[in-house]
């Protein structure tokens, strides 16, 4: 009797649309994260062009983070009312639109207005990336691909923004950095409104006191963390942000009990995988954006680079995260998402101890490059299986309130992280000195990235347990 020939499965071959609108909601996912640092290097320029004082001058990044961070999960819960496709539309059209008025700002008040503008535009077109994403999949491994894609995006807009940033600072101007949104802007929304298919609105109306609440609550708490990294934990500025944001973040939580329609359902947040993905996402993230702002500060103060060199330093961390993230789905697929999850906290935990060796005496090959290059394998290991963990079983009707909780969780961790080791750096240092305070601040974060450890291993430890049959005595 003959053997038939082996059945090979045809492969799958990807519409060229299809790519292309994948690609243009990626664009905007990594214009929405990059535009937070993308001014940063070039900040003594803004000051000279737009007569900023010293204190006004540190709104210029901080007015899009606190409208960024805040309003993230009105803006998921938006798109699943209304629709995905047409408020990630809206929410692009005017955050490119706000980049047009900041990067032609004449004066002070009109950049900062205009910043303000960018964030609610991100805070309601980001949330709906992931939502998009996850629709266009073909099937579970095309969806866990783009998430890889999304998490790539979201870990490199902040170091690409440096390097974009100080490369149009040296060679054209700081304005550029600002005005480059609005052709890509324009593009996105094209290609969108062209090739994605809109979603079906989910029946109900938006939770407006949910919303309201959520929203103060999370604005206060932002503003409360960046101002203590300005000014101290003591001041009655950051005390009274931190109460008002209890106070509307506790009233959130007992209006979404009972909500008919709820901004975010609680119930999502029981699931244990869920919950410690969130929590070690939150952690990594947060060291993570404290290691870029304190890094800057030793390359440019310490080694004596400009802001094209600092910002160019930074591309073996984008350059590494956007290859190695390619390879995550299919490790993935093999150990689950939990494994990964603790082993890249424990490289970004080793690669901090390393970057506590620096001193005045280090150089970029020799104290920086190694440990850049730990850490990103270990924002490579953390981003997409988190990711993957927190969005796993999310009914599709939570899929953009969801989405807009984690960047919210990621916003707010990554202001929290900055407030907390750069308190520590300044505590530690000594004035006009960038050495003294490396080692403390370095330290806790690896202190922090442990904890991220510890957690991922208990997400561990109760995964097996419940998979264990219990025995009947």
């Known amino acids: ?156 807009g902040s170091s690409f923004g440096l390097i974009l940033g100080g490369a149009l600072s040296a060679f054209a101007s700081w304005r550029w950095g600002l005005l480059i949104n609005v052709p890509v802007g324009i593009a996105v929304v094209a290609v969108v409104h062209r090739l994605v298919h809109a979603s079906a609105p989910v029946r109900g109306r938006v939770d407006v006191a949910g919303a309201v609440t959520a929203t103060l609550g999370s604005l206060f708490l932002v503003y409360g963390f960046i101002h203590a990294a300005e000014a101290g934990w003591g001041t009655m500025q950051t005390v009274l942000a931190y109460i008002l944001a209890t106070v509307f973040l506790v009233a959130f939580v007992l209006i979404e009990r009972r909500a008919a329609h709820p901004l975010l359902d609680l119930a999502l947040l029981r699931h244990t995988g869920r919950a410690t993905a969130l929590a070690v996402m939150g952690l990594i993230v947060g060291v993570h954006f404290a290691m870029l702002f304190i890094l800057v500060q030793y390359l440019q103060h310490d080694l004596g680079m400009g802001a ?114 750069v308190a520590v750096y300044v505590g530690a240092g000594e004035p006009g000195q960038v050495v003294p305070g490396l080692a403390p601040a370095f330290y806790l974060a690896g202190a922090i990235s442990a904890l991220a450890v510890v957690t991922g291993l208990v997400a561990l430890a109760l995964r097996r347990s419940a998979r264990v049959p219990r025995t009947i005595s």
């Not at 689950?336 to 090959?365: E, H, N, R």
């Open 1 to 156: 009797m003959p053997i038939p020939p082996p059945v090979i499965a045809p492969r799958v071959e990807v519409p060229p649309r299809a790519t292309l609108a994948v690609v243009a909601v990626l664009a905007a996912q990594l214009m929405l994260q990059l535009d937070a640092q993308v001014v940063t290097v070039a900040l003594p320029q803004v000051q000279t062009a737009l007569g900023f004082s010293a204190a006004g001058l540190s709104w210029v990044p901080n007015a899009y983070a606190l409208a960024f961070g805040g309003l993230m999960l009105l803006g998921g819960r938006l798109g699943d009312t209304f629709g995905r496709v047409r408020v990630f539309e809206i929410g692009t059209a005017l955050f490119a639109a706000a980049s047009l008025a900041a990067g032609l700002a004449p004066n002070a008040p009109i950049m900062i207005i205009a910043r303000v503008a960018q964030g609610l535009g991100a805070a309601i077109a980001a949330p709906s990336v992931l939502s998009l994403l996850t629709a266009m999949a073909r099937d579970e491994a095309a969806r866990r691909r783009s998430m890889a894609m999304f998490t790539a995006a979201s870990a490199v």
């Open 308 to 421: 094209l060199a600092a910002g160019l330093a930074f591309l073996p961390l984008t350059g590494a995260i956007l290859t190695l993230t390619q390879f995550v789905p299919a490790f993935i697929r093999r150990v689950g998402p939990a494994k990964p999850l603790v082993a890249g906290s424990l490289f970004v935990a080793v690669s901090f101890v390393w970057f506590a060796q620096l001193d005045s005496g280090s150089t970029y090959a020799g104290g920086v490059l190694t440990p850049l290059l730990i850490h990103s394998i270990g924002a490579a290991l953390v981003f997409t299986p988190a990711t993957v963990m927190i969005m796993d079983g999310v009914p599709p009707e939570h899929i953009g309130s969801m989405s807009g909780f984690l960047q919210m969780v990621q916003q707010v961790s990554g202001s929290l992280g900055i407030a907390v080791i």
